[in-house]
């Protein structure tokens, strides 16, 4: 019965290759917790990722590479508990994806094993396409990741805009060939994007990569504003509410409240 359910509700790798031929547009998003992966999934959001990024947005760290894999678990189980249609992908932290495959079929089973997730996400291209391949083989979907790879921060030296051509078309051949159900283009110059959405049959998920790519993800707390300084504008992203500015005010009633005396009034207190 239960295998009935998953096969019935939750999105599947071959269902998400389907939507590139029917031309419908994939919608991604962050999620870290389980309410915000019951609003995201209750909102017809197609792919909950309890991505890496864990280590900017909510640990407050520079990068991603400081988060682990028991990190990772912990919160993908969460969101994975949650969502009852969208698929959850789950990142493979550093450096799983760089030590070889041993190592990433590890963290793969592990993920799997330990959470309700339907995927792991792979940051790399030709290079690590073996490791990719031998997560398939082994029954761990993949999501791959190519263009700008934050886990090799230390490497580039910053976030910047990929206009390697040939590498990048060599990256998402070579994933897709390994059996990657579809790939992350992460900060690509546009028409690039558009070149590589062209040149491949899985679909592409874009992020800060224009408008020509299969679907699209973004990180939530920076939709929604909800970030530990007041927002700051990224180019990339479109914020739709302001959640530090929304969230400050409530908490600021509520402190003068307290300790005005005003709250709680008899109709909060029980008789
Ligand atoms: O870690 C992350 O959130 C990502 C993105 C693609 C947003 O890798």
Known sequence: MAYAAIAMLQLTPPKIRDFKKQGRKIVALTAYDYPSAKILDAMGVDLLLVGDSLGNVVQGK?????????????????????AQNAMVVVDMPFPYCQLGKDEALFAGAKIL???????????????????????VEAGIPVLAHCGLRPQEIRQTGGYFVQRQKDQLLRD???????????????????????IATQAVSIPTIGIGSGPYCDGQILVLHD??????????SLRHVKQYVDLHAVMSNAVQQYVEEVQSGKFPAEEHSFR
């Open 172 to 194: 998402i051949r070579a994933v897709e060939q390994a059996g990657a159900f579809a790939v992350v283009l992460e900060c690509l110059e546009m028409e690039l994007a558009k």
């Open 62 to 82: 520079p990068t991603t590479l400081s988060v682990t894999l028991e990190q990772i678990i912990y919160h993908s189980e969460m969101v994975a508990r949650a």
């Open 113 to 135: 094993k330990e959470t309700l997730a339907g995927a792991v996400k792979f940051e790399g291209g030709e290079h690590r396409a073996k490791s990719i391949a031998a997560l």
């Open 223 to 232: 939709i929604i504003g909800y970030t530990a300084e007041p927002t700051v």
